[in-house]
Structure formats: structure tokens, C-alpha cells
């Protein structure tokens, strides 16, 4: 498969470095408004085309697929123009703005025939891929909340607030993990240095009375990237900055026994072994890059693809809303 990316900014040149490194595609041509990211694209690969124009990279007949990895307000016209020259679209998380822009991308794709996927990288680690077989199984028993902090100092965009930035991670990981929509969102947060909320909030509620909550933002002090998940019979703590034990699984819960009347009730503490499972030792992005040139040439559909990343940009116009009237309830 031959490769057009657009952007070599932060992301880019991790995908570009990838699909290089595959044995079933090639990067034909890189493109970017920056003169300084052409510079350094240029130098790190003298046998690519880099261009300023991403017209010239979408139109070229010899690309089978673009690869969208711009700020998100480009995502919309960028993919557009891939998908109606023919091109499959890899496009950096979120998939797009607005969740209006998102069905009409993958209705135009699906009238082409082409595969869209979002790139929700972190479904590809191994502590996602063990968490969703240990849920699958029924380790952790009926599920009662998730609850993930991913907080930094920086780095600090100028487009979208810290919800966009951060919680597409997170959203995407419960979204796949769930393998449900949440029926409301509320969120709350503030804005200190550029406009735009660099701390916030967002409690979702699922039905069966799961709950989740994602604390994202920019002015934290220490770098976390922590998630709890809480199950009927066990519980597991991820942490993303371990080097051996990122995954832990607790038997630890509350068994509650009701006795000769509603009023009366025997609550007891179940506390057994803590257990860390052996992950897959992978990079995510090239697993998910090899993913993707599977998916486009046996036609198999993406699991991250445009419904994918539609409920993950439906979720964050859901927190925008509730934002802007400070954590009041939106309904999905």
C-alpha cells in the first residue's frame, strides 16, 4: 500500500517512521504547511516527497491511503477530500469537530467503499487487550465503575481545550472496553492561561448503574496515567507509567447477605490476592498501522473506524455542552 501523510508535527513522524518500517506499505509523499516540519522531514527521509500542499498529496493517483494527522479542525475537509479522491483514511483522534461531520464521512466512505480508522492507539497495548479479555471472561464480574486520571503539566494546545486533547484516550479505551453508550454526561472545568479549560471533569452514566469519571488536565504538577476499574468479584488498577506491573488485579469486594429483613444487612469484606498478569510487549501504533493495511486489503471492517470515533466526538460535544452551562446534565 502506498501512503500519503499529512502533517509532521508531534504524531506524524511516528507514523511515518512505522509505515516505513513495514514490509506491506511504503510512504510516497509527507506534507506540511510548516516550513520547519518539511525540513526535518526532509532530512530524516530524502527518498519521500514532501510537499506543503496536502492537494498535491490527496490527488496523486499512485496513494491508495492518506493518513490525516493534523489538528482536529482540518480532520473534517482533509478526510473528505481523501475519501472523494478514492483514498482510505487513517486520521489522527478526534475523528472530527462535530459529530455531524462525522456521519457524513462515513456515509461518503461507505458509498466508496473505503475504510475509515481512527487512530485510537491505546486499543492496541497489551493492558487494553488483556482488560478486554479479562471483562469478556467475566473475571471482574457485573462492572460498577471506571475511573481514569491522565494529567500533565503541558503540553498546552491552541484550538481545543483539554477535554479534546486528553479524553479521546480514555473515552476510546471505554468505549471499546464497555461495549456500551453512556445515556448522559456531565462535565465541569476551567480555563487559567489561554482560554480554553486546561482542567476539567466528566462523569458519564452508563446503564446497569455503571458510572465512569475522567479527571484530565494540564497544570498537574506530576505526570498520572492511572485508570481503577471496579467489578463485582475482582478489581483492577492500570498504570500506564509502570515499567514491569502496568496491570494489577485485586479479589478484593463487598459481599452483601440479607437476613429475616430488608432493614438488616450482613456487609463483608472480601480481600484475597493481588495478581499482576504478563502484557504483550508490543508498540501499539505499529500493531495498529499493520491493522489497518489488513483491514483495507481483505475489506475487513476496522473495530476503531468512523462509528468508532463518532461515539467518541458524540461524547465530547456532549461534555462541551455541559461546560459551557457548568456541569449541567446533557442527555445522549
Known amino acids: 500500500m502506498n501512503f500519503g501523510v499529512i502533517g509532521y508535527g508531534y504524531w506524524g513522524p511516528n507514523i511515518v517512521r512505522n509505515l516505513v518500517s513495514l514490509e506491506d506499505s511504503q510512504v ?15 532530512k ?14 490527496i490527488t496523486s493517483p499512485e496513494i491508495d491511503a492518506i493518513a490525516v494527522i493534523s489538528p482536529v479542525w482540518t480532520h473534517y475537509d482533509l478526510t473528505k477530500a481523501s475519501l472523494e479522491n478514492g483514498k482510505h483514511v487513517f486520521v489522527e483522534k478526534p475523528f472530527t469537530s462535530t459529530t455531524a461531520q462525522a456521519e457524513e464521512l462515513i456515509n461518503l466512505a461507505s458509498q466508496k467503499n473505503l475504510k475509515i480508522m481512527v487512530d485510537h492507539t491505546f486499543l492496541f497495548t497489551g493492558a487494553v487487550r488483556r482488560i478486554a479479555q479479562l471483562i469478556d471472561e467475566g473475571a471482574l464480574g457485573n462492572l460498577y465503575y471506571y475511573d481514569s486520571t491522565r494529567v500533565n503539566l503541558g503540553l498546552f494546545q491552541h484550538d481545543i481545550n483539554v477535554i479534546w486533547d486528553l479524553a479521546p484516550h480514555d473515552l476510546s479505551i471505554m468505549d471499546y472496553l464497555l461495549k456500551t453508550s453512556p445515556e448522559a454526561v456531565v462535565a465541569t472545568g476551567e480555563g487559567h492561561l489561554n482560554g480554553h479549560e486546561d482542567v476539567a471533569f466528566m462523569t458519564l452514566y452508563f446503564p446497569d448503574k455503571v458510572i465512569a469519571h475522567i479527571n484530565v488536565n494540564w497544570l498537574s504538577p506530576v505526570k498520572v496515567r492511572t485508570t481503577l476499574i471496579g467489578g463485582e468479584k475482582r478489581m483492577l488498577v492500570w498504570n500506564d507509567l509502570e515499567a514491569d506491573e502496568k496491570l494489577r488485579i485485586y479479589d478484593k469486594g463487598v459481599d452483601i447477605t440479607t437476613r429475616e429483613g430488608v432493614y438488616q444487612m450482613l456487609v463483608s469484606y472480601r480481600s484475597g490476592d493481588m495478581w499482576a498478569p504478563q502484557l504483550e510487549q508490543v508498540e501499539a501504533l505499529r500493531q495498529e498501522m499493520v491493522y489497518f493495511v489488513e483491514c483495507v486489503t481483505s475489506g475487513k471492517e476496522p473495530f476503531n473506524n468512523g462509528a468508532a470515533g463518532l461515539r467518541v466526538v458524540r461524547m465530547l460535544e456532549a461534555a462541551s455542552e455541559s461546560l459551557k452551562k457548568r456541569g449541567a446534565l446533557v442527555r445522549l
Open 28 to 42: 510516497l509523499a509527507i506534507a506540511d504547511t510548516s516550513a520547519a516540519a518539511r525540513v526535518r522531514a526532509q
Open 44 to 57: 530524516a527521509y530524502p527518498g519521500i516527497r514532501v510537499t506543503e500542499s496536502a492537494t498535491e498529496v
